[in-house]
């Protein structure tokens, strides 16, 4: 059987603790190829570099395992790996292991889950891990542990037909973690405020701030799940279409 072809990105920039062991626990599985940004690009969503040129440099920061940076934001990381250092579709794209939650409605602004949906658009398996522990220094072992997990179950029994999967470990020691649980997207929102100030010529700028809220407790949740002490895992589609919706237009437009 031929080896695997992994590619391994992220948003956090390739410096990141989450990547390092995110290609870490990849690297068992085939060859893993990384191509991630030359700095943090979180909360970018989908968003693609078409004003001005990318750039790709090679780096030895993983050691052995083939490494680029890239200038432009996670999907452009994705796209340009495909194109100009893979040179053909990986069996595998893992994202991440983001430093932050990506549950509920944070997979719309994730530059995590919008490099591994990228990737599944171009029918590629791909897998989006994120570890509830915000810290640029954080423990990413129990996250990792749990990676590998999921990985191996993706490899040897495949992903369903959207081939995308959102993944979020809880911030807890392993001894509290009480497995994995497949869930949907939390109904949730972020409420914003912009903290005004005025900088040293008088001129306004703003902060932006807010709240995360829930907008229900249902144990069918990634939001429970998290919790209530278990790994969340949630197929991802990108079809948008609202189809109950559709059928009212339909009905009475």
């Keep these: 059987m031929p080896e695997k072809l992994i590619l391994v990105t992220n948003d956090d920039g390739i410096t990141a603790k989450g990547i390092a062991a995110l290609v870490q626990v990849a690297a068992p599985f085939g060859r893993v190829v990384v191509v991630a940004p030359d700095k943090p690009q979180s909360a970018m969503g989908h968003a693609m570099t078409i004003s001005q040129p990318l750039r790709l440099v090679r780096t030895d920061i993983f050691g052995d395992i083939e490494a680029y940076t890239c200038s432009g934001t996670p999907v452009d990381c994705v796209k340009l790996a495909i194109d100009k250092v893979l040179h053909r579709k990986p069996d595998l794209c893992l994202s991440g292991i983001n430093h932050g939650s990506n549950a509920a409605i944070n997979v719309i602004y994730s530059g995590t889950m919008s ?88 001129r306004k700028y703003y902060w932006l701030t807010g709240e995360f809220i829930a907008e229900e407790n249902s144990e069918e949740t990634d939001l429970w799940a998290l919790d209530n002490g278990y790994v969340s895992v949630v197929p991802v589609q990108h079809d948008l279409t609202a189809y109950d919706d559709l059928a009212f237009l339909r009905q009475n437009w």
Excluded: T
């Design 115 to 202: 490099a591994a949906m990228e990737a599944s658009l171009d029918r590629i398996p791909a897998i989006g891990f994120s570890s509830l522990d915000y810290k640029h220094d954080a423990d990413m072992s129990v996250a990792a542990h749990y990676a590998q997990q999921i990985i191996c179950s993706a490899l040897e029994k495949g992903l369903p037909s959207y081939n995308l999967l959102n993944v979020n470990i809880p911030k807890l020691p392993a001894d509290q973690i009480k497995g994995i649980k497949m869930c949907r997207q939390a109904a949730a929102k972020w409420v914003e405020n912009y903290d005004e100030r005025i900088d040293p010529q008088g």
